[in-house]
Each structure stands twice: as C-alpha cells, then as structure tokens.
C-alpha cells in the first residue's frame, strides 16, 4: 500500500511538472508569493471591517495566530521527519523541471519538504475566513479554498512539493482552523447565536422542534436571547392561524428569533409590540421608509400594501412564559409577486434598492433589544401612534357572523384587544381572528 501511494505520490508530481511553459513558469512562481494576492486579500479586509467594524480585529488576531501556529508547527514536522522536497531528490533530478533565473540560480526551496508550510498556512487561513464570511456571503466557501489550492498546486508544478506534502499540510492547517474557531465559540457561546439552514419546512418549527430536544435547564445555553434562526426558502412557511407565507428563494428575511421574556402571560401583547416596533423602527431609521404602520395586531404596512408579516409563538410554563419564538417575514428584494396575494410590497420596490440578507437580520435584531429595553408604557405608546387606520372610518368585517360594518380603530388594550366604533357611536371589542380588515 505504501509503494502505491509513492507511486501516485511522483506520479502526480511529475504530470502537473510537465506541464511547465516559459509563460507559466513566470507566472506560477509569482503566484506561490503571498504578495501576489495581496489584491484579493486586500479587498476582503475591507470586507471584513466593513462588515464586522470594530470586531474585524478578532478575525486578523486569529489569522495571525493560526499562521504562527502552522508555520511553526509545520517546521517542527519538517525537521522531524526530514523528508527530502522533490527539488533535493537526486533519483528525480532528471525528471524534474526546476525553475531556473536568469542569473542561473535554481529555485529548489529548503531541504525537507513534509508538511507544507504554504498549505498549512492557506488552509489555516481559509478555514478561519469561511467561517467568518460564509454567513455574509455563500461565495467564501468556494473562494477561499480555491485560492488555498492554487496557492498550493503552485509548489508542486515548481516541483518543490509532492502532493501528499501538500496534503499533510493541508489537513494540519484544517486543524489549526478549526481548533481556533473552537476556542473562539468557546469564548463567544453566551452571546446569541445566527443559524442560517439553506432551506426549512419554517423557521418557527425548526426552533420549536430544537427547543424540545433540549434539557429546559440549559435551553438558554444552546440559544441565548436573541438567537436567531433564518433561511433561503421554506417550503411549509407559516403566518397567522392557517395562513401561508409565501416567499422568493433568497429574496426575503425568513427567521425566527429566540426571546424569553420576564413577563406575566396576560401581558404576553407586549411581545407583539417589540417585534413588530422594531421592523416599523428598522424600516423608517434604517431604510428610509415613510408612512410605515402597524396594522393590529402585528402586520407591518408601508402606505396600504404589507411588507412584514409576524408570528409569535409563546410557550407558557405555570404562571410564568418559558419562551417565545417570533417568526418573521420581510419582503426585501423580491419585485414580483402571485397575483393572489392582494397587497404586497417589498423594500427594494419601496426604496429602489436592494439589501443584503443578513445586514437587515442583524439590525432588525438590534431594534427588538432597543425595544425590550422600553418600560411597558411607553412601548404601548409608540405602538398606537403606529397604529395602520386609527381614528379612520373603514370596511371590517366580523368573522362570526359575517356582518361587515364600518367602524374605525380608536384603541388597542396593553392585552392587545381591538377597540372601535362604529358611525352610530357603538362601541365594540375584538380579539385575535376575530375582525377581517376590508
């Protein structure tokens, strides 16, 4: 088994060698120099620190220590084992195109070539960045290791690596990433976590159905308050009762978020109010948008078309909420809608502009912890002067009996009941489901 795999080993060598052009041997020997791609990397600095501002220095800290890392540990294997590189191999001197510079010199690298420095520092790298970038933007997971194995081809077609050199070193700076990035979750795991699944029967369920799985004691350890959950697509997505949400692959925030509010159950209305004052507040501040409203009890609403749709799901635990699970959908780059669905809008129709995914996840986020931090008044408040029809007479009509009467919204309770008043002055109360908007 060992004599095959040093057969493959030269073999593989020797082919991607061969392939060697004047054009290509300029070329290659620049491209193993990390300097050459300082372009692509000094493009996602900017990246990073755009993304990740002030925190963009815990990604180069651990960049830095994972070269250290590699390289040094990759060092130690070499002088360890001490495994001739191909360039120093005297049995492969005349199969071997070694490059050569004008002054005659010829470029063989150091003695012993077991394990790669260059892979282990790239790979290294590349995990730490993927894990990083990846929930920013899915082209880190073929970037990065595409650079990787360029950069590390490029000492096998110079012939001063064989693969399996590449490929230890490969796996050590693997594990220096990873090994990291365990220690930094390790450090990071009380802080709210973001779960991106490429697609999900709906983003409430899949929280319902992880928290059940869960010891209730250490629910908050696995999903600290304000963990968040979202997807491209899902295939089950769920609004209010019975109702659908419907939704554009990779067009629109689909997520829901982890709370665990220190509230009564009878006051489980002011949970409807940070969330749905938050996407309002995101949409006006961050955005740009006007005339946004709610329409009660937790539609969001720019002019009369519906850009946001909630659903909130409280689990209650004797006298006291155990959690509750906010599912959300905002139409943010979808132009197009089914026809059936009778008054949709979306943000990049609203503002002309598109945006990305996550970013507006993250500061809808930041807008629930602003409004949780709001005394229950003034919540309420806020929450009526948003209020979608209010003091407007309008079409309702009244799901029991089917009677459509023309009322308009002169309240909503801090338990989220719907007060009007008809034309006559009749006053009249509604709960949840109760009332159809016209």
């Known amino acids: 088994m060992i004599e095959i795999i040093k057969h493959l080993d030269i073999s593989i060598l020797l082919y991607i060698n061969g392939l060697h052009t004047p054009f290509l041997d300029t070329l290659v020997f620049f491209m193993t120099k990390l300097w050459f791609w300082l372009p692509l990397f000094a493009f996602f600095i900017v990246y990073i620190f755009k ?39 005297v049995q492969l001197e005349n199969q071997l195109h070694l490059r050569t510079s004008k002054e005659g010199k010829v470029y063989r690298g150091g003695n012993y070539g077991f394990v790669s420095s260059h892979a282990a520092n790239s790979f290294g790298i590349t995990v730490l960045l993927i894990f990083f970038l990846a929930p920013y933007t899915k082209n880190a997971w073929w970037i990065f290791p595409s650079w990787a194995i360029i950069f590390c081809v490029t000492r096998i077609y110079l012939g001063v690596h064989y693969p399996t050199d590449i490929l230890a070193g490969a796996l050590l700076g693997i594990a220096v990433g990873a090994m990291l990035i365990f220690i930094y979750s390790i450090f990071t795991k009380s802080r709210p976590k973001i779960i991106f699944k490429e697609s999900l029967n709906s983003t409430n369920s899949f929280f319902n159905d992880a928290i059940t799985a869960i010891n209730p004691t250490k629910l908050t350890k696995h999903f600290p308050c304000l963990s968040i959950v979202y997807t491209s697509f ?70 009369d078309k519906k850009i946001a749709g909630i659903l909130i799901e409280n689990t209650i635990q004797g006298n006291r909420i155990s959690y509750s699970i906010a599912g959300i959908g905002l139409n943010v780059n979808q132009k197009n809608f089914p026809e059936w669905i009778p008054n949709p809008t979306s943000i990049v129709i609203e503002a002309q502009k598109e945006y990305e995914i996550l970013y507006v996840i993250k500061k809808i986020r930041q807008h629930i912890r602003k409004q949780i931090k709001l005394n229950a008044t003034t919540l309420h408040q806020h929450y009526l002067e948003r209020l979608y029809r209010k003091d407007i007479y309008s079409d309702y009509k009244i799901i029991a009996s089917s009677e459509i009467k023309t009322m308009k919204i002169v309240n909503v309770s801090p338990e989220g009941v719907l007060h009007t008043e008809t034309e006559k002055g009749e006053l009249m109360n509604f709960h949840f489901h109760e009332i159809q908007y016209l």
Not at 58 to 82: E, M, W, Y
Not at 261 to 273: A, R, V
Not at 276 to 294: P, Y
Request: charged share 20%; proline share 4%; net charge positive.
């Open 51 to 89: 993304k990740y501002k002030k925190k963009a220095w815990i990604i180069f800290l651990l960049c830095a220590i994972s070269v250290t890392l590699t390289d040094q540990g990759s060092v130690a294997i070499k002088n360890r084992v001490q495994r001739l590189r191909p360039s120093h191999n």
């Open 234 to 303: 899902q295939t089950k997505g769920r609004g209010q009762q019975t109702n659908e949400w419907v939704s554009e692959k990779e067009k629109n925030v689909l997520m829901s978020i982890v709370l665990y509010p220190t509230i009564l159950p009878s006051k489980q209305f002011i949970i409807t109010q940070w969330v749905s004052l938050a996407i309002a507040h995101f949409l006006e501040k961050e955005i740009g948008l006007k005339n946004v409203t709610i329409k009660w009890p937790n539609d969001i609403y720019v002019g």
